[in-house]
């Protein structure tokens, strides 16, 4: 995924509100941007954080920037806009860079399914094969100590609240692999600082029951990281998920 126009570089002063962040420019001063990220954001952000927004253009919208990407003072690079994990998924099997999901001739994005009125992120279909559905999450949370105790280096965890809607998703995936076909929960890696992913059990605890019995029922999970730039953002290479 490459950028046009170019993004414009700033400097993050604070996140408020959900979905606004206020920036200062050099030569534009201080403005509000669109924050389109609806989590905690927890450990993703500090004032002084370099962020990169994308101009939408548009003269009539109240926010003209929306924030993509941040580079911190630990030269971490994070894609806090979660709205682009379809696109950059999808990228990412269409360019074989996703081996576990090859061998399929339609990618259809948001296709209501399941019995608690759900909208599955991917769903791949082909002829004479099952089709697999695939729930996509963004993972930027990299936690460094959990209850005093110190974790192993690049240690990411979804999700980074409790996470009801996720839950969902998670029951809905087991309902369709006992059906018969696939299903895939997708872990979208967007923190250059994360090696490994575990479900957050000290922030959800039941997400990560959930999981468990997912991977139980014969839920297949994937995790990938992208590399992130001012420039694009690419699905790179797949990272291990420990789930127990």
């Known amino acids: 995924m490459k950028f046009s126009p170019p993004l414009l570089q700033a400097t993050l002063i604070k996140r408020y509100k959900r979905f606004l962040a206020d920036v200062v420019h050099d030569e534009l001063g201080k403005f509000t ?11 993703c952000w500090a004032e002084g954080d370099t962020v990169y927004l994308l101009d939408s253009q548009n003269p009539k919208r109240k926010y003209q920037y929306t924030w993509i990407s941040s580079r911190t003072r630990n030269e971490h690079w994070l894609c806090l806009n979660t709205h682009l994990a379809n696109q950059l998924v999808t990228e990412g099997i269409e360019k074989q860079i996703v081996s576990e999901l090859q061998g399929y001739s339609t990618i259809k994005p948001e296709v209501k399914y399941g019995e608690e009125n759900s909208r599955i992120d ?4 082909a002829e004479n094969k099952a089709d ?5 999450k963004t993972v930027t949370l990299l936690e460094e100590q959990i209850n005093d105790k110190t974790l192993e280096t690049g240690r990411g965890f979804f999700p980074d609240a409790v996470s ?23 872990f979208l890696i967007q923190h250059s600082g994360i090696q490994s992913v575990s479900t957050a059990a000290h922030i959800d605890p039941k997400y990560a029951q959930l999981l468990t019995e997912a991977v139980d029922a014969g839920v297949e999970i994937l995790s990938y990281r992208t590399h992130i730039s001012p420039a694009e953002i690419i699905l790179q290479d797949s990272l291990p998920f420990i789930y127990k």
């Open 33 to 43: 941007v669109h924050c389109p990220n609806t989590g905690s954001m927890k450990n």
């Open 122 to 125: 991917l769903l791949l279909s």
């Open 132 to 136: 697999c559905y695939v729930e996509i």
């Open 164 to 186: 009801t809607r996720g839950q969902k998703h998670l029951r809905e995936l087991m309902t369709i692999a006992n059906s018969g076909a696939r299903a895939v929960l997708f």
